[in-house]
Protein backbone atom coordinates (compact mmCIF):
# COMPACT_ATOMS: atom_id res chain seq x y z
CA UNK A 1 0.00 0.00 0.00
CA UNK A 2 2.54 2.58 1.07
CA UNK A 3 5.07 1.04 -0.81
CA UNK A 4 4.53 2.65 -3.91
CA UNK A 5 4.47 6.34 -2.74
CA UNK A 6 7.36 7.78 -4.32
CA UNK A 7 5.66 8.66 -7.52
CA UNK A 8 8.42 9.86 -10.52
CA UNK A 9 11.20 9.34 -8.06
CA UNK A 10 14.48 9.74 -9.62
CA UNK A 11 17.95 8.30 -9.91
CA UNK A 12 20.67 8.82 -7.52
CA UNK A 13 23.12 10.77 -8.49
CA UNK A 14 26.49 10.02 -8.78
CA UNK A 15 27.52 11.71 -5.50
CA UNK A 16 24.55 9.84 -3.71
CA UNK A 17 25.90 6.65 -5.22
CA UNK A 18 29.08 7.44 -3.96
CA UNK A 19 27.37 8.13 0.07
CA UNK A 20 25.23 5.08 0.07
CA UNK A 21 27.85 2.78 -0.88
CA UNK A 22 30.03 3.88 1.47
CA UNK A 23 27.04 3.91 4.01
CA UNK A 24 26.74 -0.01 2.85
CA UNK A 25 29.77 -0.86 3.32
CA UNK A 26 30.14 0.06 6.83
CA UNK A 27 27.16 -1.09 8.00
CA UNK A 28 27.88 -4.39 6.65
CA UNK A 29 31.54 -4.26 8.73
CA UNK A 30 29.00 -2.85 11.86
CA UNK A 31 25.38 -2.67 12.08
CA UNK A 32 23.56 -0.25 14.53
CA UNK A 33 22.38 -3.29 17.25
CA UNK A 34 18.77 -4.74 16.56
CA UNK A 35 18.90 -4.01 13.21
CA UNK A 36 19.19 -5.90 9.94
CA UNK A 37 19.76 -5.21 5.92
CA UNK A 38 17.95 -7.21 3.73
CA UNK A 39 19.91 -8.12 0.89
CA UNK A 40 18.88 -6.48 -2.50
CA UNK A 41 20.36 -5.24 -5.83
CA UNK A 42 18.68 -1.36 -5.10
CA UNK A 43 21.06 0.35 -3.25
CA UNK A 44 18.05 3.21 -3.56
CA UNK A 45 15.52 1.45 -1.94
CA UNK A 46 16.61 -0.21 1.39
CA UNK A 47 14.50 -2.64 3.71
CA UNK A 48 15.62 -2.99 7.58
CA UNK A 49 14.64 -5.12 10.10
CA UNK A 50 14.01 -3.72 13.17
CA UNK A 51 13.62 -5.89 16.20
CA UNK A 52 12.25 -4.40 19.56
CA UNK A 53 14.81 -3.56 22.24
CA UNK A 54 14.88 -6.39 25.45
CA UNK A 55 12.63 -4.74 28.44
CA UNK A 56 10.27 -2.91 25.84
CA UNK A 57 6.85 -2.88 24.87
CA UNK A 58 7.96 -4.18 21.98
CA UNK A 59 10.69 -6.84 23.15
CA UNK A 60 10.17 -9.79 20.97
CA UNK A 61 8.66 -8.10 17.70
CA UNK A 62 9.85 -7.67 14.66
CA UNK A 63 8.90 -5.07 12.08
CA UNK A 64 10.39 -3.79 8.77
CA UNK A 65 11.61 -0.45 7.97
CA UNK A 66 11.43 0.70 3.91
CA UNK A 67 14.56 3.53 3.03
CA UNK A 68 13.99 5.45 0.11
CA UNK A 69 16.75 7.45 -0.77
CA UNK A 70 16.42 10.63 -3.30
CA UNK A 71 18.49 11.62 -5.92
CA UNK A 72 19.84 14.12 -3.98
CA UNK A 73 20.62 11.98 -0.90
CA UNK A 74 22.15 13.41 1.73
CA UNK A 75 21.39 16.94 0.67
CA UNK A 76 17.61 15.86 0.99
CA UNK A 77 16.31 13.63 3.85
CA UNK A 78 15.40 9.84 3.07
CA UNK A 79 12.20 8.66 2.70
CA UNK A 80 11.38 6.46 5.84
CA UNK A 81 8.04 4.40 6.86
CA UNK A 82 7.79 1.14 8.37
CA UNK A 83 6.06 -1.71 6.41
CA UNK A 84 3.12 -3.32 7.00
CA UNK A 85 1.97 -4.08 9.96
CA UNK A 86 3.37 -0.44 11.23
CA UNK A 87 4.12 -0.60 15.65
CA UNK A 88 1.75 0.42 17.77
CA UNK A 89 2.98 3.72 18.70
CA UNK A 90 2.01 7.11 19.28
CA UNK A 91 4.26 8.60 16.77
CA UNK A 92 3.89 5.74 14.12
CA UNK A 93 0.68 6.48 12.22
CA UNK A 94 -1.19 2.59 10.92
CA UNK A 95 -0.06 3.56 7.74
CA UNK A 96 3.42 3.22 8.42
CA UNK A 97 4.47 7.16 8.36
CA UNK A 98 6.77 8.34 11.34
CA UNK A 99 6.61 11.71 12.87
CA UNK A 100 9.99 12.12 13.58
CA UNK A 101 12.00 15.40 13.03
CA UNK A 102 15.16 14.37 12.05
CA UNK A 103 13.25 12.77 8.96
CA UNK A 104 11.58 16.15 7.51
CA UNK A 105 12.71 19.57 9.12
CA UNK A 106 15.81 18.22 11.19
CA UNK A 107 17.36 16.30 8.97
CA UNK A 108 20.89 16.96 8.14
CA UNK A 109 23.21 15.26 5.56
CA UNK A 110 25.56 14.06 8.77
CA UNK A 111 23.16 11.71 9.87
CA UNK A 112 23.43 8.48 8.03
CA UNK A 113 20.68 5.22 7.64
CA UNK A 114 22.49 3.91 10.76
CA UNK A 115 21.86 7.13 13.14
CA UNK A 116 18.25 7.35 11.76
CA UNK A 117 17.96 3.99 12.69
CA UNK A 118 19.10 4.27 15.79
CA UNK A 119 16.68 7.04 16.71
CA UNK A 120 13.53 5.21 15.17
CA UNK A 121 14.59 2.38 17.54
CA UNK A 122 14.59 4.77 20.38
CA UNK A 123 11.64 6.42 19.76
CA UNK A 124 9.81 2.74 19.96
CA UNK A 125 11.79 2.14 23.37
CA UNK A 126 10.46 5.18 25.33
CA UNK A 127 6.87 4.59 24.17
CA UNK A 128 4.71 4.06 27.51
CA UNK A 129 1.70 2.84 25.28
CA UNK A 130 1.02 0.69 22.71
CA UNK A 131 -1.43 3.08 21.19
CA UNK A 132 -1.93 5.11 17.09
CA UNK A 133 -1.51 8.51 17.61
CA UNK A 134 -4.44 10.57 18.21
CA UNK A 135 -5.13 12.06 14.51
CA UNK A 136 -4.57 8.27 13.10
CA UNK A 137 -7.62 7.69 11.12
CA UNK A 138 -8.04 11.55 9.58
CA UNK A 139 -4.11 11.64 8.74
CA UNK A 140 -4.22 8.07 6.96
CA UNK A 141 -7.28 9.32 5.50
CA UNK A 142 -5.37 12.15 3.68
CA UNK A 143 -2.85 10.15 2.03
CA UNK A 144 -4.96 8.07 0.56
CA UNK A 145 -3.72 8.27 -2.90
CA UNK A 146 -0.06 6.68 -1.58
CA UNK A 147 1.54 10.51 -0.79
CA UNK A 148 5.16 10.41 0.66
CA UNK A 149 5.48 11.44 4.35
CA UNK A 150 7.68 13.91 3.37
CA UNK A 151 5.09 15.89 1.95
CA UNK A 152 3.20 16.23 5.35
CA UNK A 153 3.87 19.33 7.35
CA UNK A 154 4.92 17.43 10.40
CA UNK A 155 4.17 19.41 13.82
CA UNK A 156 6.40 18.15 16.53
CA UNK A 157 4.92 18.66 19.48
CA UNK A 158 6.24 15.73 21.62
CA UNK A 159 9.64 16.04 22.70
CA UNK A 160 9.66 13.29 25.73
CA UNK A 161 8.63 10.12 23.17
CA UNK B 1 65.54 29.27 53.79
CA UNK B 2 67.06 32.78 51.58
CA UNK B 3 67.78 30.01 48.70
CA UNK B 4 64.42 29.14 48.75
CA UNK B 5 62.66 32.31 48.80
CA UNK B 6 65.13 33.13 45.45
CA UNK B 7 63.90 29.71 44.07
CA UNK B 8 59.93 30.63 44.24
CA UNK B 9 61.08 34.44 43.08
CA UNK B 10 62.71 32.42 39.92
CA UNK B 11 59.60 30.91 39.40
CA UNK B 12 57.34 33.70 39.60
CA UNK B 13 59.87 35.14 36.82
CA UNK B 14 59.04 32.70 35.48
CA UNK B 15 55.62 32.34 35.32
CA UNK B 16 55.30 36.06 34.29
CA UNK B 17 57.45 35.30 31.12
CA UNK B 18 54.82 32.62 30.11
CA UNK B 19 52.11 36.18 30.41
CA UNK B 20 54.75 37.60 28.61
CA UNK B 21 54.98 35.61 25.92
CA UNK B 22 51.54 33.93 25.29
CA UNK B 23 49.62 37.09 26.43
CA UNK B 24 45.45 36.75 26.25
CA UNK B 25 46.28 33.44 25.56
CA UNK B 26 47.40 32.05 29.07
CA UNK B 27 45.78 31.81 32.36
CA UNK B 28 47.10 31.89 35.82
CA UNK B 29 45.50 30.23 38.31
CA UNK B 30 48.48 30.51 40.84
CA UNK B 31 52.10 32.14 40.57
CA UNK B 32 53.58 29.68 42.76
CA UNK B 33 53.40 26.76 42.88
CA UNK B 34 52.76 27.44 39.11
CA UNK B 35 49.64 26.84 37.93
CA UNK B 36 48.59 27.95 34.43
CA UNK B 37 46.33 26.83 31.40
CA UNK B 38 47.70 27.96 27.93
CA UNK B 39 45.66 28.40 24.75
CA UNK B 40 48.41 26.42 22.34
CA UNK B 41 47.54 26.82 18.48
CA UNK B 42 49.81 25.67 15.57
CA UNK B 43 52.16 28.33 13.87
CA UNK B 44 50.04 29.13 10.95
CA UNK B 45 51.58 33.20 10.95
CA UNK B 46 47.52 33.50 13.01
CA UNK B 47 45.54 32.37 10.04
CA UNK B 48 43.09 30.75 11.88
CA UNK B 49 41.23 29.13 9.20
CA UNK B 50 44.42 27.21 8.56
CA UNK B 51 44.31 25.96 11.85
CA UNK B 52 42.61 22.86 12.28
CA UNK B 53 43.86 21.72 15.52
CA UNK B 54 43.98 23.88 19.36
CA UNK B 55 44.75 23.20 22.61
CA UNK B 56 44.34 24.19 26.24
CA UNK B 57 47.17 23.18 27.88
CA UNK B 58 46.92 22.83 31.57
CA UNK B 59 50.46 23.00 33.99
CA UNK B 60 49.92 22.38 37.24
CA UNK B 61 53.64 22.12 39.45
CA UNK B 62 54.57 21.22 42.53
CA UNK B 63 56.45 23.57 45.38
CA UNK B 64 59.43 21.47 44.34
CA UNK B 65 59.26 22.69 40.84
CA UNK B 66 61.65 22.59 38.98
CA UNK B 67 63.23 20.03 40.53
CA UNK B 68 59.66 18.14 40.25
CA UNK B 69 58.56 18.30 36.49
CA UNK B 70 54.71 19.96 36.26
CA UNK B 71 51.78 17.79 35.66
CA UNK B 72 50.86 18.64 32.29
CA UNK B 73 47.06 18.08 30.99
CA UNK B 74 45.06 18.92 28.27
CA UNK B 75 42.11 20.94 29.62
CA UNK B 76 39.95 21.12 26.27
CA UNK B 77 40.97 20.70 22.53
CA UNK B 78 39.71 21.07 19.25
CA UNK B 79 40.15 18.24 16.47
CA UNK B 80 42.15 16.04 17.96
CA UNK B 81 41.05 12.45 18.20
CA UNK B 82 41.98 10.43 21.57
CA UNK B 83 45.32 9.11 20.04
CA UNK B 84 46.83 12.27 18.70
CA UNK B 85 45.83 13.84 22.15
CA UNK B 86 47.15 11.05 23.81
CA UNK B 87 50.22 11.39 21.93
CA UNK B 88 50.80 14.95 22.69
CA UNK B 89 50.18 14.87 26.22
CA UNK B 90 52.82 12.12 26.64
CA UNK B 91 55.24 14.27 24.54
CA UNK B 92 55.12 17.15 26.97
CA UNK B 93 55.30 15.07 29.71
CA UNK B 94 58.71 13.54 27.99
CA UNK B 95 60.00 16.88 27.58
CA UNK B 96 59.05 18.19 30.98
CA UNK B 97 60.80 15.05 32.83
CA UNK B 98 63.68 15.52 30.16
CA UNK B 99 63.89 19.52 31.66
CA UNK B 100 63.84 18.69 35.30
CA UNK B 101 66.27 21.28 36.93
CA UNK B 102 65.55 23.70 34.47
CA UNK B 103 62.67 26.06 34.03
CA UNK B 104 60.46 24.77 31.13
CA UNK B 105 56.82 26.67 31.39
CA UNK B 106 57.52 28.49 27.85
CA UNK B 107 59.85 25.51 26.20
CA UNK B 108 56.52 23.45 27.19
CA UNK B 109 54.06 25.57 25.55
CA UNK B 110 56.70 25.79 22.57
CA UNK B 111 57.26 22.31 22.22
CA UNK B 112 53.00 21.88 22.20
CA UNK B 113 53.07 24.43 19.72
CA UNK B 114 55.65 22.64 17.62
CA UNK B 115 53.32 19.06 18.02
CA UNK B 116 50.08 20.49 17.18
CA UNK B 117 52.04 22.00 13.94
CA UNK B 118 52.96 18.82 12.90
CA UNK B 119 49.34 17.22 13.47
CA UNK B 120 47.51 20.92 11.88
CA UNK B 121 44.93 18.04 10.04
CA UNK B 122 41.58 17.21 11.18
CA UNK B 123 41.32 13.47 11.78
CA UNK B 124 38.34 11.00 10.71
CA UNK B 125 35.97 11.64 7.86
CA UNK B 126 34.28 14.13 6.29
CA UNK B 127 30.64 13.69 7.99
CA UNK B 128 28.79 14.51 4.38
CA UNK B 129 30.93 11.77 2.06
CA UNK B 130 32.25 9.55 4.87
CA UNK B 131 35.55 9.57 3.22
CA UNK B 132 38.44 10.32 5.26
CA UNK B 133 39.53 13.80 4.93
CA UNK B 134 43.39 13.04 4.82
CA UNK B 135 44.29 10.31 3.98
CA UNK B 136 47.25 8.99 5.90
CA UNK B 137 49.64 7.67 3.29
CA UNK B 138 48.30 8.71 -0.09
CA UNK B 139 48.29 12.72 0.15
CA UNK B 140 48.13 13.22 -3.64
CA UNK B 141 44.91 11.81 -3.83
CA UNK B 142 43.64 14.00 -0.72
CA UNK B 143 40.85 16.30 -1.47
CA UNK B 144 41.36 19.99 -0.51
CA UNK B 145 39.17 20.21 3.44
CA UNK B 146 37.88 23.52 5.22
CA UNK B 147 36.94 23.72 8.54
CA UNK B 148 33.78 26.08 9.56
CA UNK B 149 35.13 29.34 11.64
CA UNK B 150 32.95 29.16 14.09
CA UNK B 151 32.90 25.77 15.28
CA UNK B 152 36.01 23.69 14.02
CA UNK B 153 33.91 20.73 12.32
CA UNK B 154 35.52 20.03 8.96
CA UNK B 155 34.70 18.81 5.80
CA UNK B 156 35.98 18.57 2.23
CA UNK B 157 35.53 21.92 0.89
CA UNK B 158 33.56 20.98 -1.86
CA UNK B 159 31.12 18.65 0.20
CA UNK B 160 30.65 21.84 2.22
CA UNK B 161 29.93 24.28 -0.78
CA UNK B 162 27.49 21.49 -2.34
CA UNK B 163 25.39 21.77 1.09
CA UNK B 164 25.73 25.57 1.11
CA UNK B 165 24.52 25.93 -2.31
CA UNK B 166 21.79 23.54 -1.27
CA UNK B 167 20.65 25.05 1.18
CA UNK B 168 20.89 28.38 -0.59
CA UNK B 169 18.42 26.87 -3.46
CA UNK B 170 16.04 24.83 -1.00
CA UNK B 171 15.68 28.03 0.61
CA UNK B 172 14.72 29.49 -2.61
CA UNK B 173 12.05 26.31 -3.12
CA UNK B 174 10.39 26.10 -0.52
CA UNK B 175 9.64 29.67 -0.24
CA UNK B 176 7.77 28.82 -3.42
CA UNK B 177 6.32 25.73 -1.82
CA UNK B 178 4.61 27.67 1.29
CA UNK B 179 2.93 29.57 -1.29
CA UNK B 180 1.23 27.50 -3.59
CA UNK B 181 0.58 24.79 -0.52
CA UNK B 182 -3.30 24.18 0.01
CA UNK B 183 -4.57 24.48 3.01
CA UNK B 184 -5.58 21.14 4.05
CA UNK B 185 -6.44 21.03 7.67
CA UNK B 186 -3.57 18.57 8.42
CA UNK B 187 -0.97 20.90 7.37
CA UNK B 188 0.70 23.50 9.80
CA UNK B 189 3.45 24.92 9.12
CA UNK B 190 5.75 24.15 12.01
CA UNK B 191 8.41 26.26 13.69
CA UNK B 192 11.73 25.32 12.53
CA UNK B 193 10.38 26.19 8.99
CA UNK B 194 9.76 29.74 10.01
CA UNK B 195 12.88 29.68 11.45
CA UNK B 196 14.44 28.36 8.08
CA UNK B 197 12.79 30.98 5.89
CA UNK B 198 14.45 33.59 8.05
CA UNK B 199 17.85 32.14 7.41
CA UNK B 200 18.25 33.45 4.40
CA UNK B 201 21.88 33.07 3.44
CA UNK B 202 22.46 30.60 6.07
CA UNK B 203 23.55 27.66 6.50
CA UNK B 204 23.82 25.78 9.67
CA UNK B 205 26.73 23.16 10.32
CA UNK B 206 25.35 19.76 9.76
CA UNK B 207 27.31 18.13 13.01
CA UNK B 208 26.21 20.43 15.76
CA UNK B 209 23.43 23.00 13.51
CA UNK B 210 25.48 25.92 14.37
CA UNK B 211 24.31 28.47 12.26
CA UNK B 212 27.15 29.48 9.67
CA UNK B 213 26.71 32.55 7.26
CA UNK B 214 29.18 33.37 4.13
CA UNK B 215 31.81 35.01 6.36
CA UNK B 216 32.66 31.81 7.66
CA UNK B 217 32.85 30.05 4.51
CA UNK B 218 34.83 32.66 2.68
CA UNK B 219 38.22 31.68 3.29
CA UNK B 220 37.28 28.33 0.94
CA UNK B 221 35.18 30.59 -1.59
CA UNK B 222 38.73 31.68 -2.54
CA UNK B 223 40.49 28.67 -2.73
CA UNK B 224 37.66 27.11 -4.66
CA UNK B 225 37.48 29.93 -7.65
CA UNK B 226 37.94 27.34 -10.57
CA UNK B 227 35.95 24.86 -8.50
CA UNK B 228 33.24 26.67 -7.72
CA UNK B 229 32.46 27.82 -10.70
CA UNK B 230 32.07 23.99 -12.12
CA UNK B 231 30.29 23.31 -8.64
CA UNK B 232 28.06 25.57 -9.63
CA UNK B 233 27.91 24.52 -13.19
CA UNK B 234 26.85 20.94 -11.82
CA UNK B 235 24.12 22.33 -9.57
CA UNK B 236 23.01 24.06 -11.78
CA UNK B 237 22.46 21.18 -13.99
CA UNK B 238 20.86 19.61 -11.28
CA UNK B 239 18.79 22.55 -10.38
CA UNK B 240 17.18 23.27 -13.69
CA UNK B 241 17.29 25.81 -16.54
CA UNK B 242 16.61 29.11 -14.55
CA UNK B 243 19.25 29.92 -12.59
CA UNK B 244 21.43 28.45 -15.53
CA UNK B 245 22.40 31.74 -17.73
CA UNK B 246 23.00 33.70 -14.36
CA UNK B 247 25.30 31.10 -12.65
CA UNK B 248 27.03 30.67 -15.96
CA UNK B 249 27.91 34.14 -16.78
CA UNK B 250 29.04 34.94 -13.45
CA UNK B 251 31.83 32.31 -13.87
CA UNK B 252 32.28 33.27 -17.13
CA UNK B 253 33.30 36.81 -15.87
CA UNK B 254 35.63 35.68 -13.72
CA UNK B 255 37.29 33.00 -16.41
CA UNK B 256 37.12 36.37 -18.50
CA UNK B 257 38.77 39.17 -15.61
CA UNK B 258 41.23 36.45 -15.04
CA UNK B 259 42.44 36.01 -18.25
CA UNK B 260 42.41 39.84 -19.68
CA UNK B 261 44.29 40.64 -16.40
CA UNK B 262 47.00 37.91 -17.72
CA UNK B 263 47.00 39.09 -20.60
CA UNK B 264 47.54 42.56 -19.72
CA UNK B 265 50.56 41.75 -17.62
CA UNK B 266 51.97 40.05 -20.44
CA UNK B 267 51.30 42.69 -22.79
CA UNK B 268 52.88 45.04 -20.71
CA UNK B 269 56.11 43.05 -20.22
CA UNK B 270 56.35 43.22 -24.22
CA UNK B 271 55.65 39.16 -24.17
CA UNK B 272 53.58 38.52 -26.80
CA UNK B 273 54.27 38.22 -30.43
CA UNK B 274 51.58 40.12 -31.89
CA UNK B 275 50.36 39.04 -35.72
CA UNK B 276 51.51 41.32 -38.39
CA UNK B 277 48.16 43.36 -39.61
CA UNK B 278 47.58 44.39 -43.12
CA UNK B 279 49.05 47.58 -44.03
CA UNK B 280 47.08 50.62 -45.29
CA UNK B 281 49.19 53.13 -47.43
CA UNK B 282 48.04 56.91 -46.76
CA UNK B 283 49.46 59.85 -48.38
CA UNK B 284 53.20 60.63 -46.99
CA UNK B 285 52.91 58.19 -44.10
CA UNK B 286 52.44 54.43 -43.38
CA UNK B 287 49.52 53.58 -40.89
CA UNK B 288 49.00 50.23 -39.50
CA UNK B 289 45.39 49.32 -39.10
CA UNK B 290 43.81 46.55 -37.41
CA UNK B 291 42.50 43.86 -39.54
CA UNK B 292 38.53 44.29 -38.54
CA UNK B 293 36.87 41.50 -38.74
CA UNK B 294 33.65 40.61 -40.08
CA UNK B 295 31.71 39.06 -37.57
CA UNK B 296 29.49 41.50 -35.46
CA UNK B 297 30.37 41.17 -32.08
CA UNK B 298 34.39 41.83 -32.77
CA UNK B 299 32.75 45.10 -34.92
CA UNK B 300 30.47 46.25 -32.00
CA UNK B 301 32.91 46.21 -29.45
CA UNK B 302 35.81 47.62 -31.59
CA UNK B 303 33.72 50.09 -32.38
CA UNK B 304 32.11 51.22 -29.18
CA UNK B 305 35.84 50.72 -27.38
CA UNK B 306 36.74 53.66 -30.63
CA UNK B 307 33.57 55.71 -29.14
CA UNK B 308 35.38 56.39 -25.89
CA UNK B 309 39.00 56.19 -27.30
CA UNK B 310 38.16 58.96 -29.58
CA UNK B 311 36.65 61.25 -26.86
CA UNK B 312 39.44 60.87 -24.21
CA UNK B 313 42.37 61.05 -27.18
CA UNK B 314 43.99 63.87 -26.42
CA UNK B 315 47.78 62.96 -27.74
CA UNK B 316 49.21 62.71 -24.43
CA UNK B 317 51.16 59.42 -24.08
CA UNK B 318 49.14 58.99 -20.58
CA UNK B 319 46.04 58.56 -21.78
CA UNK B 320 47.11 55.55 -23.24
CA UNK B 321 46.98 54.13 -20.26
CA UNK B 322 43.69 55.66 -19.78
CA UNK B 323 42.34 54.25 -23.28
CA UNK B 324 43.60 50.67 -22.21
CA UNK B 325 41.77 50.75 -18.74
CA UNK B 326 38.70 52.07 -20.34
CA UNK B 327 38.48 49.17 -23.11
CA UNK B 328 39.00 46.43 -20.20
CA UNK B 329 36.47 47.58 -18.10
CA UNK B 330 34.36 47.34 -20.75
CA UNK B 331 34.69 44.22 -22.01
CA UNK B 332 34.65 42.57 -18.63
CA UNK B 333 31.55 44.34 -16.94
CA UNK B 334 29.35 44.10 -20.47
CA UNK B 335 26.17 42.51 -20.32
CA UNK B 336 26.75 38.77 -21.00
CA UNK B 337 27.20 37.67 -25.02
CA UNK B 338 26.37 35.06 -26.64
CA UNK B 339 29.61 34.89 -28.39
CA UNK B 340 32.26 34.97 -25.37
CA UNK B 341 34.89 32.79 -26.88
CA UNK B 342 35.92 35.95 -28.95
CA UNK B 343 36.02 38.08 -25.77
CA UNK B 344 39.90 37.77 -24.64
CA UNK B 345 41.00 37.42 -28.32
CA UNK B 346 38.88 40.72 -28.48
CA UNK B 347 41.21 42.66 -26.43
CA UNK B 348 44.21 42.41 -28.24
CA UNK B 349 42.47 44.41 -31.37
CA UNK B 350 41.35 46.96 -29.23
CA UNK B 351 44.49 47.67 -27.39
CA UNK B 352 47.12 47.69 -30.45
CA UNK B 353 44.36 50.35 -32.12
CA UNK B 354 45.21 52.30 -29.35
CA UNK B 355 48.65 52.35 -29.68
CA UNK B 356 48.67 52.50 -33.06
CA UNK B 357 46.60 55.26 -33.87
CA UNK B 358 48.04 57.29 -30.44
CA UNK B 359 51.32 57.55 -32.52
CA UNK B 360 49.58 58.48 -35.95
CA UNK B 361 47.40 61.45 -35.06
CA UNK B 362 46.58 61.69 -38.87
CA UNK B 363 45.31 58.13 -39.29
CA UNK B 364 42.17 58.79 -36.87
CA UNK B 365 39.78 60.29 -39.41
CA UNK B 366 40.22 58.06 -42.03
CA UNK B 367 40.05 55.00 -39.30
CA UNK B 368 36.69 56.11 -38.07
CA UNK B 369 35.14 56.87 -41.33
CA UNK B 370 36.43 53.45 -42.37
CA UNK B 371 34.84 52.24 -39.36
CA UNK B 372 31.54 54.12 -39.74
CA UNK B 373 30.96 52.09 -42.48
CA UNK B 374 31.17 48.46 -41.30
Same mark, same amino acid.
Given at each position: ??S????????????A???????L??W?????? =?????????????????? =???????A?????????FP??????????I???????????????????D???????????????????????????????????????????? =???????????????? | ??????????????V?? /??? &????D?????????????? /????????? %??????????????S??????????? &???????????????S????????????P?????????????????????????????? /? %??????????F? #??????????? +???????G???? +????????????????????????????????????? /??? #? &?????????????????????????????????????????????????????????????L??????????????? %??????????????T?????T?? %??? &?????????????????????????????????????????K??????????????????T
Amino acid at each position: MTSSSTPSRKALSKIACNRLQKELAEWQVGPPA =GFKYKVSDNLQRWVIEVG =GAEGTLYAGETYQLQVDFPEHYPMEAPQVIFLNPAPMHPHIYSNGHICLDILYDSWSPAMTVSSVCISILSMLSSSPAKQRPADNDRYVRNCRN =GRSPKETRWWFHDDKV | MAAEAEAEEEVRLEVEA /VVA &VYGEDCRVYCDFPPHLVVH /VRPNTADDS %SQQFVELFLGIKASSQYPKEPPHVYA &VESKGLDENRQAYLISSIQDKAKELSYYPMLVTLCEEAGEILSNMNHPAGDCPLCLYPL /V %SENNHDSALPFM #KLMSCYHCFHS +DCIMRWWGWLQH +DDANSKKIDTTISTGEELRLSNSDKLYNANHHKGFCP /VCR #K &VFDEKDIEHVRDLLDANTSQLMACLTVDLGEDDKELLHSEAEKKRREKIGSLFNLQQERNGLIEPKKDLAIQPGMYV %SLPAIEPTTSAGDSTNSWEATAS %STS &VTDPPVTANISGGGKKQNNSGPPRRNRAYAPRKQPHGQRAGKQWQRSQPARQQWQKKDAET
